[in-house]
């Protein structure tokens, strides 16, 4: 099973694009795990941006692949759990997944209605900048506990 995320625009240099970078090597070393951006539509309406910048998502997401959909109106799982989840995707077949982060103005119901999960990492809001290095450590915290390093101390 291998992992792809895909977020909306380029990561903003600095601690964030550090943080991807630190995290994303560490899971490497556990699973194959790639990135994807998908260009931002620009300035606009907000409603206009979130409309292009899900059907640029919706087109870069594969038919085949599982869609998790980061959103704080998802559904809440702890790190193990999160990690169980992964672990019974990979039991039931492998399908890759692809974990998608949206622009400044979210998704359109369309993505969420794709989703295999619509997943939260918490109920407060976050600029999309900063949950992709929330999200990349999570990954690899999950990778950490089915592989058993003891990373995760929980």
């Given at each position: 099973m291998k992992f792809r995320l895909i977020w909306v625009g380029r990561t903003e240099r600095g601690h964030v694009a550090d943080g991807v970078s630190h995290y994303l090597e560490r899971s490497r070393r556990m699973a194959?795990?790639?990135e994807s951006v998908v260009a931002d539509a620009g300035r606009g309406e907000p409603a206009?941006?979130?409309q292009q910048e899900s059907a640029r998502l919706l087109d870069?997401?594969?038919?085949?692949?599982?869609?998790?959909?980061?959103?704080?109106?998802?559904?809440?799982?702890?790190?193990?759990?999160?990690?169980?989840?992964?672990?019974?995707w990979a039991d039931q077949g492998g399908r890759d997944v692809v974990f998608v982060i949206g622009g400044a103005y979210g998704f359109?119901?369309?993505v969420r209605e794709r989703a295999d999960l619509v997943l939260s990492l918490s109920p407060m809001v976050?600029?999309?900048q900063l949950i992709r290095v929330l999200f990349c450590e999570q990954?690899?915290?999950?990778?950490?506990?089915?592989?058993?390093?003891?990373?995760?101390?929980?």
């Open positions: 194959k795990v790639e206009w941006q979130q870069a997401i594969r038919p085949a692949e599982r869609l998790v959909v980061l959103d704080e109106r998802g559904k809440l799982l702890t790190s193990p759990q999160f990690a169980q989840q992964l672990s019974n359109t119901d369309a976050f600029p999309h990954l690899y915290r999950a990778l950490s506990i089915l592989k058993g390093t003891g990373y995760h101390h929980g």
